[in-house]
């Protein structure tokens, strides 16, 4: 988009060099006090006729009408978007911002059509007419009865170098504004533009006012006076507000910290789940874990390819799809092998890694070995802006809270539904369950293609995260064996708080350690870990502990 | 009499014996008797290719000595068949000296290429062949010592044990691709020129590596089938079959598990040692969790719980892996994964249980 403003600009003088020609004669001409209308209308097409000295003139008092045009008017003037047609009767147009703009009538804001089909001569602006302009829109937006626009604007007042004219407005508007937070930016404006002042005195207020901001801009601006300033107690009032910022700013550090070890978490979570749910309920080692991550991810990509127009609905309906695919493949696995291999852990996970060796080179025969890409609806992209140096991705905030939703309905599942009941009851004593009629290879089948399901959802979630390829499912899989390690395995809280501590541990050891080296401790910590709890945080009690 | 004793019972260990005695006589003379010319004649490459078969071998061996026979599945054994590696790999980087690329006598050239300046301490020392020797056993003994004591003083067993190596493995791949830890990185270690002043590649050289392979290879076989046979390997057996029952007998079942995972780490150390003059590389690849779960497998193919079956293994699997890629490349996986399918289903006591029942009755009562 910011591209698109100087394209529109150079797009505007190649097409019309006629304007200059045109109004230069103008200028010299006429200088005489012309009596101005009172009407929006008149006003604005009046602009059309005038010099520069008298469009100064018009566009103040189009600004001091405060119709609810204005607005557009002055921003498409100073964008150079304003123009004439030049048909009769004439119109007064503004040219949208789009790559291929369409044009409007500034007056009535009816629809013209394509700009490229009509002859527009634009209304020409001067650098001071720009200047002008600047203000007079700051002072609209800043009044303007809209909070999104007033903070927008204060927000880009920031950046900005405050002229001395704007400031006394500033202060005026800081006394009606309702809203807080535009109140609080308004008050860094000012305090901004305070540190120009002749008056030490006032530099040092306005500089104590600045403490604790967290603007880039702030924190630039008083390195600069903490080191420069010529007056001393300003240097030392600013050393003090930064000081106060940078711990602020170790504060949101740490919380962005805290995040991204929650995300990790939950992606671990995600995996981790279908994991506890095999290796705890049903004792089976399932190396192809992983894989059936891989299946669900890829079955992402190839909804996506099936439905390429809605991203979001795609990705949506491939929760089920994925869930579906992942959960028909583990009953296969289930039925074809894992089922001869019980009481045989240690040749379950030899024969399932086999699986995940198949399942690997398949996807690579299949869908080539390189990874596929999986673009993210518009709804998950961008990110939450808490403050000026902490703000969440959605991609991530909704891959937590949607990881948690699974982890909630999984426990559901468990304690209130007849199958988790049965579930349990196999997982706790075989024989006795199938002594009072619970089919016990029926639920075995069950439990491993909700597993194994789960894990299908898994992949959705992760082909928004990273690239989906062969070896997704192999390099999350160690991680989310220790997982089940760490929490102990059966036991979905163990999992929950095995999975988010994971994280969060990777995350806050990997800025002083680098990534790789934060894994290698990680793994030390877990091997020390289960010297302590051999059977995990929350191991399973009971006769079932020691079978 | 030692001997005569303990391959009485053993028909297949006499085998492998007078197979690899049959080796150690007829390659030499094939490759550097017979004229190259002659239909006869075996090439560099082939002997190359059985002394790798060889070295597979001695480390199916070393896993199949705690996995037949102490019960505990390590899937991380390609650690210390690694370190064995890299300690070996090491001597032969410090005999290069100044014949590397940047003709740096007292750096090898990936440390001149990083900007080092010095030899990193753990790399003294190394220059000695004894030493380079010494370290081929203690390092990986040492780190089995420490892991072992640290896994079984905590009765982690089973597939936790099982995950937990994998996991060591893993972590020992991703710290040795790291430059930092001053073993060539991703590159590792290789361009090696000569070992114990024989220049590496010279027939003659490779022959007598492979020679030490076999020795070594027979050596190992008599030394386990010494140890199987033994009071310790009894005890062994017994925590194997009944672990709690051997505990609550008296017997320290920790330190037995110990030794015999030291032992066995020593192997396997020893394994990779004399794989890497033969390759003329080792890089941290050797450490990937694959790697380790497909020594594993031999052991699995050719019959757990008995030494020759192990062997066996080794050599059928690692021959159709040679055979494979180079004729179905995309389809070794598929027949990887397959074979870990159908031997744990269909052939729980692997390609020697197929061959001889007396295989099975030795695994119950040995």
């Known amino acids: 988009m910011r591209l698109l403003i100087p394209c529109l600009l150079l797009l505007n003088l190649l097409a019309q060099p006629a304007w200059a020609e045109e109004t230069l004669p103008l200028e010299e001409s006429e200088t005489a006090t012309v009596v101005l209308p009172t009407d929006f209308g008149d006003l604005v097409t009046a602009l059309v006729e005038a010099d520069f000295e008298q469009r100064r003139e018009i566009v103040n008092h189009l600004a001091i009408l405060s119709d609810h045009r204005s607005l557009s008017v002055l921003s498409a003037m100073l964008e150079s978007r304003l123009g004439r047609t030049s048909d009769t009767p004439m119109r007064i147009v503004i040219v949208s911002k789009d790559q291929d703009p369409d044009a409007s009538d500034a007056l009535t804001g009816e ?59 500033l202060q005026e508007r800081l006394k009606t504004e309702p809203d807080s937070k535009v109140k609080a930016t308004l008050t860094t404006v000012i305090a901004m533009a305070g540190t120009a002042n002749e008056d030490p005195a006032v530099r040092s207020t306005a500089v104590q006012n600045l403490s604790g901001e967290l603007y880039p801009e702030v924190r630039a601006k008083l390195e600069e006076l903490a080191t420069n300033d010529i007056a001393v107690e300003v240097q030392s009032v600013a050393k003090a507000a930064l000081a106060s910022i940078v711990s602020k700013i170790t504060f949101y550090r740490f919380m962005e910290n805290l995040f991204f070890g929650l995300s990790l978490g939950s992606v671990l979570l995600l995996a981790a789940i279908g994991l506890s749910i095999t290796f705890g309920v049903m004792g089976v080692i399932n190396m192809a874990h992983g894989e059936l991550i891989m299946l669900g991810a890829y079955t992402t990509y190839v909804m996506q ?42 040749e379950t996970l030899l024969a399932t890694f086999g699986i995940s060796l198949i399942l690997q080179q398949l996807v690579r025969t299949i869908f080539s070995p390189l990874n596929r890409q999986v673009s993210s609806p518009s709804w998950m992209s961008g990110s939450l802006e808490i403050n000026p140096v902490w703000s969440l991705t959605y991609n991530r905030l909704i891959i937590l809270i949607f990881a948690l939703v699974v982890f909630f309905l999984m426990t559901l599942i468990f304690k209130h539904t007849t199958l988790g009941l049965k579930l349990r009851a196999v997982a706790q004593n075989r024989a006795m369950a199938r002594a009072v009629g619970v089919r016990a290879d ?78 290698i401790l990680v793994l030390v910590f877990i091997i020390l870990f289960i010297q302590k709890r051999p059977r995990g945080l929350f191991p399973q009690k009971g006769r079932a502990a020691e079978a | 009499m030692l001997i005569q004793r303990l391959f009485l019972s053993d028909r297949g260990g006499m085998v492998v014996l007078g197979l690899l005695a049959l080796l150690a006589i007829a390659v030499p003379i094939l490759t550097l008797a017979v004229p190259e010319g002659s239909a006869l004649h075996m090439s560099t490459y082939t002997v190359t290719l059985l002394g790798k078969f060889l070295c597979y071998a001695l480390l199916a061996l070393s896993l199949d000595m705690i996995w037949g026979y102490g019960g505990i599945l390590s899937l991380g054994h390609g650690v210390f068949f690694g370190l064995g590696g890299y300690c070996m790999g090491m001597y032969l980087m410090r005999q290069i000296g100044k014949r590397g690329v940047y003709g ?44 072992g004591w640290l896994a079984f003083r905590s009765r982690v067993t089973g597939v936790y044990l099982s995950i937990i190596t994998q996991a060591l493995t893993y972590a020992l791949m991703l710290a040795f691709f790291r430059n930092e830890m001053g073993f060539g990185g991703n590159n590792g270690l290789t361009d090696f020129k000569d070992i114990l002043g024989f220049p590496i590649t010279a027939d003659s050289t490779r022959v007598g590596i492979f020679l030490t392979t076999v020795l070594a290879l027979a050596a190992a076989y008599v030394a386990c089938r010494f140890v ?98 180079s004729a179905y490349p995309e389809a070794w996986l598929f027949a990887l994964g397959t074979l870990f399918v159908l031997v744990t289903i269909l052939l729980p006591k692997g390609l020697v249980g197929l061959l001889s029942r007396r295989a099975t009755d030795e695994v119950k009562n040995p």
């Not at chain 2, 790399?123 to 003994?141: E, N, Q, R, T």
């Not at chain 2, 040692?273 to 694959?290: T, Y």
Request: net charge neutral; proline share 4%.
């Open chain 2, 228 to 325: 199987t046979a033994s009071r310790f390997g009894r005890v062994v057996m017994a925590i194997r079959d009944a672990e709690s029952r051997a505990r609550f007998c008296g017997y320290q079942v920790e330190s037995y598990k110990l030794w015999l995972f030291v032992f066995s780490a020593v192997l396997a150390g020893l394994s990779g040692a004399l794989f890497v003059p033969q390759v003329g590389i080792i890089n941290p690849g050797e450490f990937s969790p694959l790697n380790s779960i497909e020594q594993v497998i031999w052991v699995a193919v050719g019959g757990r719980g008995t030494l020759y079956g192990a062997v066996v293994g080794a050599f059928a699997v690692n021959y159709t892996k040679t055979w494979f890629t």
């Open chain 1, 305 to 346: 390819q099936l439905i390429p127009n809605h991203i979001g609905a795609s990705l949506v309906l491939s929760i089920p799809a994925a869930m579906l695919v992942a959960a028909l493949a583990g009953i296969v696995i289930e039925r074809g092998v894992i089922r001869f291999l019980y009481g045989r852990p240690l």
């Open chain 1, 442 to 519: 029926w639920v075995d089948v069950l439990t491993f293609g909700l597993g194994s399901g789960i894990a299908g959802v898994a992949g959705v979630a992760l082909s928004q995260l990273t690239n989906v390829g062969p070896n997704l499912g192999q390099s999350y899989i160690i991680d989310s064996f220790m997982v089940v390690v760490l929490g102990g395995a059966g036991n979905l809280w163990g999992t929950l708080v095995g999975a988010l501590s994971l994280g969060i541990l990777n995350k806050f050891l990997e800025p002083y350690a680098g990534a790789v080296l934060a894994k």
């Open chain 1, 111 to 169: 629809s013209l059509g394509k700009a490229s089909a009509l002859t527009i001569d634009s209304i020409a602006v001067n650098n001071s007419l720009r200047g002008e302009l600047r203000t007079l829109l700051a002072r609209l937006q800043l009044n303007a009865p809209d909070t999104a626009i007033r903070l927008a604007a204060a927000k880009q007042l920031i950046s900005d170098d405050v002229d001395t004219e704007i400031l006394p407005l």
């Open chain 2, 104 to 147: 740096n006598a007292d750096l090898p050239d990936f440390m001149v290429f990083l900007n080092w300046s010095e030899l990193p301490w753990y790399w003294a020392g190394f220059d000695s062949f004894p030493f380079a020797l010494l370290m081929v056993v203690l390092a990986p003994g040492a780190l089995a010592l420490v892991f």
